[in-house]
């Protein structure tokens, strides 16, 4: 069973970027079929996601977000990353990656909390 886990900063001023990093452990994220997203959860709301980005390198982006994040990988570490432009205090939320077929999410981080604030 692949291990994911989060790491970046946990504190960004607004209108800087995020940047956050997940590390794939005990599997690839070059796995068939596989596609690796991340997801945020803002204080009292529900799930958001973000983006993901696919075994082969295939990006997809939520509308409301597109304009602003960029998800990459490297596959020789085994990680993939998440940049969120222009941030706001709206953008403070834990935030998850996590991995699965088809939107089935069978491996997550266990999240990191970014809060941004001046």
């Known amino acids: 069973q692949a291990q994911l886990q989060e790491s970046g900063p946990g504190l960004v001023k607004p209108s800087q970027t995020l940047s956050l990093t997940c590390t794939v452990s005990?599997?690839?994220?070059?796995?068939?079929?596989?596609?690796w997203s991340w997801i945020r959860q803002p204080p009292g709301k529900g799930l958001e996601w973000m983006g993901s980005?696919?075994?082969?390198?295939?990006?997809a982006y939520s509308p409301s977000l597109k304009s602003r994040t960029s998800i990459s990988r490297d596959t020789s570490k085994n990680q993939f990353t998440l940049q969120l432009n222009s941030v706001t205090p709206e953008d403070t939320a834990k935030y998850y990656c996590?991995?699965?077929?088809?939107?089935?999410?069978?491996?997550w981080g266990q999240g990191t909390q970014v809060t941004v604030s001046s």
């Open positions: 005990g599997g690839s994220i070059t796995t068939k079929n596989y596609a």
């Open positions: 996590g991995g699965g077929v088809s939107g089935n999410y069978d491996v």
């Open positions: 980005i696919t075994y082969s390198g295939l990006t």
